[in-house]
């Protein structure tokens, strides 16, 4: 059993940055890939960013890559989200999983564990 909770949302100016952490309560955090989803209102969840277990496999959505960093704390059991230059686009409740094994991190089906999601209001 796998339970996270995330922290770290808010609201921000357009150009802003904000961290999000996922804390997880597993005792076998490092062998967990971690991935970050959001969901805009109206709109369906979508993937973020992903980590590997040991932290050197990375992916990002296009719409992120180079403005979003994901990275994890295994000691910490903490998975992070680095985000800069945010859009009013970003605007979304983001979501952490954790899954097994580093194969269609992208589908959110794949993740067996979700955490409550954290607000993120980007204002123009």
């Known amino acids: 059993q796998v339970h996270l909770v995330e922290s770290g949302g808010g609201l921000v100016q357009a150009g802003g940055s904000l961290r999000l952490s996922c804390a997880a309560s597993?005792?076998?955090?490092?062998?967990?890939?971690m991935g970050w989803f959001r969901q805009a209102p109206g709109k369906v969840r979508e993937f973020v960013a992903a980590?590997?277990?040991?932290?050197?496999?990375?992916s990002y959505a296009d719409s992120v890559k180079g403005r979003f960093t994901i990275s994890r704390d295994n000691a910490e059991n903490t998975v992070y989200l680095e985000m800069n230059s945010l859009k009013p686009e970003d605007t979304a409740v983001y979501y952490c999983?954790?899954?097994?094994?580093?194969?269609?991190?992208?589908?959110?089906?794949?993740?067996?564990?979700w955490g409550q999601g954290t607000q993120v209001t980007v204002s123009s």
């Open positions: 999983a954790a899954k097994t094994g580093w194969y269609e991190i992208r589908t959110q089906r794949n993740y067996g564990y």
């Open positions: 597993a005792r076998t955090f490092s062998s967990n890939v």
């Open positions: 980590i590997s277990g040991g932290g050197s496999g990375t």
